[in-house]
């Protein structure tokens, strides 16, 4: 319902810019920009369903074919196949396996980014689809398989309306999220380079399909990683006063790391400390030189993140002296909380609003799981949504991400492709 009807005003004045022009021509049609948005949202999903046939069998492809963080050659290559046919300007091995694409549209503007993710996980299937991995002990378990067909559907849709955008949007296929590099990488090698906003969506599958949710604020918590060395002397395990017992130092640190998080984090600040993993020692009666610990740190807000560094180390350092142990941590910083900014929110859900039910959209609940989009967001203004890829009933029972027989229900790719074209669309009209 979009009124074409040009219009010349009766004292043209050519000091005007065409951008001004365009506006002016556009204004006179009678609309409000919002109405115009509305217009042009309207047929999108629509698009976007008819593209749903090809979406399913790229994204099956790809489930066949999964490939690990830092090894996304052949998914790479395929997403170009398709995206070669497209009025885009390419980039490849962006930080890796990354590709940059640029869709230019014919007037000025502001440079919007689409971002997905490629990378599947080390973990073996067992769900007996057809289409189920043929790599042994590699899976898309993630969904990263759909958030991938998701972005060429975007890509697709908008090539169609490059006539209508008055700047630029830029598809993101990242790699190596998984292993929280990817992100860095591309934005080392220049893929936020210009761009003005980000904006990513991650499938859930404790949501059902159709529903979108969408969270102001903190969505994701923040990922570190520890590696911890304690060294004590080895012994007979008999004669425990001739050794310095690592064991039982490390037992003391695991039990004293959970009793920091109550005691000196504000309960209102969520944090997690987690040791996912122990290794010391062979014989049962001999007291071994030295336990290696690995573990996981979450939070919630970046000064709680800041803090957690120093906070471990006195710990862990004090502890191991008073068992006579030497200790050594390793803190690695991999993600920053995951922050959404509160216009990039607004912009997303009056989007997805114009393209399904207002009442599919709910309020997402805040996770401590990470995701490296956080990096672009901590950079420049963005919004990271979920959209539900669980089925229709009782979609809360559905196997959560990064399960072995983890299952996406396949609608939630028309409505993804829909809801990040809409989103770059409706911000370039
Ligand atoms: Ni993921």
Not at 41 to 60: D, F, K, T, Y
Not at 96 to 102: E, S
Not at 295 to 300: A, E, Q
């Amino acid at each position: 319902m979009r009124n074409n009807e040009s219009w010349e005003p009766a004292d043209k004045d050519n000091s005007l810019s065409e951008h001004e022009k365009k506006q002016m021509n556009r204004g006179s049609s009678g609309q409000t920009k919002v109405a115009r948005i509305e217009d042009s949202l309207a047929p999108l999903l629509e698009e976007a369903l008819e593209l749903q046939a090809e979406l399913v069998g790229l994204r099956r492809h790809l489930h066949r074919n999964p490939e690990l963080s830092l090894e996304e050659t052949e998914t790479s290559q395929t997403v170009l196949s398709v995206l070669r046919e497209l009025p885009l300007d390419i980039r490849t091995n962006v930080g890796g396996y990354g590709i940059v694409a640029d869709l230019n549209g014919e007037g000025e503007g502001p440079t919007i980014a689409l971002r997905a993710d490629m990378d599947a996980l080390p973990i073996q299937e067992e769900t007996d689809l057809p289409y189920a991995s043929e790599i042994p002990g590699k899976m898309h378990a993630c969904g990263h398989d759909a958030h991938t067909a998701i972005l060429v559907g975007a890509a697709k849709l908008l090539s169609r309306k490059r006539d209508k955008l008055s700047g630029r949007v830029r598809f993101l296929f990242q790699c190596a999220e998984e292993i929280n590099q990817g992100a860095r990488a591309m934005i080392e090698d220049g893929a936020l380079d210009g761009v003005d906003e980000i904006y990513g969506l991650h499938n859930l599958p404790t949501l059902a399909a159709g529903k979108v949710a969408t969270r102001y604020g903190a969505l994701m918590g923040s990922v570190d990683r520890i590696e911890v060395t304690i060294e004590g002397r080895g012994g007979h395990g008999a004669i425990p006063n001739e050794s310095i017992d690592p064991i039982v130092a490390a037992s003391a640190v695991v039990m004293g790391l959970q009793t920091a998080v109550s005691r000196e984090i504000s309960p209102f600040d969520p944090a997690v400390v987690t040791i996912g993993s122990i290794y010391g020692g062979h014989a049962n009666n001999v007291i071994p030189h030295r336990v290696e610990l690995t573990g996981t740190v979450r939070t919630f807000q970046p000064r709680v993140q800041e803090g957690m560094e120093a906070m471990l180390r006195r710990l862990i350092e004090s502890i191991c002296e008073g068992y006579r142990c030497k200790a050594e941590l390793r803190y690695i910083r991999q993600v920053p909380v995951l922050v959404n900014h509160d216009a990039c929110v607004t912009h997303v859900e009056q989007t997805l609003d114009g393209l399904m039910p207002i009442e599919s959209r709910i309020e997402a609940a805040p996770t401590m799981a990470g995701e490296d989009f956080s990096l672009y967001v901590e950079r420049i203004p963005g919004c990271f949504f979920w959209i539900g890829s669980g089925p229709e009933e009782n979609a809360e029972q559905a196997y959560g991400l990064h399960h072995p027989k983890f299952d996406l229900n396949e609608e939630c790719l028309g409505h993804g492709a829909a809801a990040l074209a809409g989103i770059a669309f409706s911000r370039l009209l």
